[in-house]
């Protein structure tokens, strides 16, 4: 009897977590969210670059049993989401001023995310190499997703969403479903001006398998410290 090779990727870049440090922006407070989240068996969900907040409020209020981590690095944008999210006292959200790479790595631990939105990411025009399904990252991020989770990718450029299915097809060997977005949808200020200016806006959403493996399934976040 010949036994199948477990799924896996064929990215041969690996994301080094040594060389981060822990950003000094994330409180005390921050860090004891995170905490009880991790802890407790609340599903718990991370947005990728949530920007004034949106998306992040309306999940927040939608599923009051669950719990979102959103990290924005932007400080105005930080500073505009912050005030809103202190006034809607929600107590299921955790807003994060960090790089989100630099914070999943010493703050995020493996199969803990049920879920991750990526939505409407800087497509990097001039350097192709930063975008999440093409950077070391996207593996360490794989390896914090439970079985089952899923990654949520939405654009408004179909370039960018063919190159992510060709990628998920290709190197990360990942299931999928590709969508248009409703033209009411309204999950954030950029999804809002796009499909009001009758853009073609898309989404992709990516599923771990069972048995999938990454390089960090067994990395902890312990042993990100530097």
């Given at each position: 009897m010949t036994?199948?090779?477990?799924?896996?990727?064929?990215?041969?870049?690996?994301f080094e977590?040594?060389?981060?440090?822990?950003?000094?922006?994330?409180?005390?407070?921050?860090?004891?969210?995170?905490?009880?989240?991790?802890?407790?068996?609340?599903?718990?969900?991370?947005?990728?670059?949530?920007?004034?907040?949106?998306?992040?409020?309306?999940?927040?209020?939608?599923?009051?049993?669950?719990?979102?981590?959103?990290?924005?690095?932007t400080r105005e944008k930080f500073n505009a989401f912050q005030k809103q999210a202190d006034l809607g006292e929600f107590k299921n959200l955790t807003v994060i001023h960090a790089d989100a790479i630099a914070f999943c790595a010493h703050f995020i631990a493996p199969n803990s995310l049920d879920g991750v939105f990526?939505?409407?990411?800087?497509?990097?025009?001039?350097?192709?190499?930063?975008?999440?399904?093409?950077?070391?990252?996207?593996?360490?991020?794989?390896?914090?997703?439970?079985?089952?989770?899923?990654?949520t990718i939405a654009s408004n450029i179909e370039s960018y969403m063919d190159e992510a299915c060709q990628r998920l097809d290709e190197v990360w060997r990942l299931p999928y479903t590709k969508r248009a977005i409703d033209p009411a949808s309204a999950r954030t200020h950029f999804e809002i001006k796009y499909l009001a200016r009758g853009e073609n806006c898309q989404e992709i959403i990516v599923t771990k398998p069972a048995g999938y493996q990454t390089r960090f399934d067994h990395v902890l976040v312990k042993e990100q410290a530097v």
């Open positions: 036994h199948q090779p477990m799924p896996s990727h064929r990215f041969d870049r690996l977590t040594k060389f981060l440090y822990a950003p000094k922006t994330v409180q005390n407070q921050d860090i004891q969210s995170i905490s009880q989240a991790l802890d407790s068996k609340t599903p718990l969900f991370l947005e990728i670059g949530a920007g004034k907040g949106k998306h992040a409020m309306l999940f927040a209020s939608s599923n009051t049993d669950k719990h979102l981590i959103a990290i924005e690095r990526i939505l409407y990411p800087n497509p990097e025009p001039h350097n192709k190499n930063q975008r999440w399904l093409n950077m070391p990252f996207f593996e360490f991020l794989l390896s914090r997703l439970k079985v089952g989770g899923l990654i």
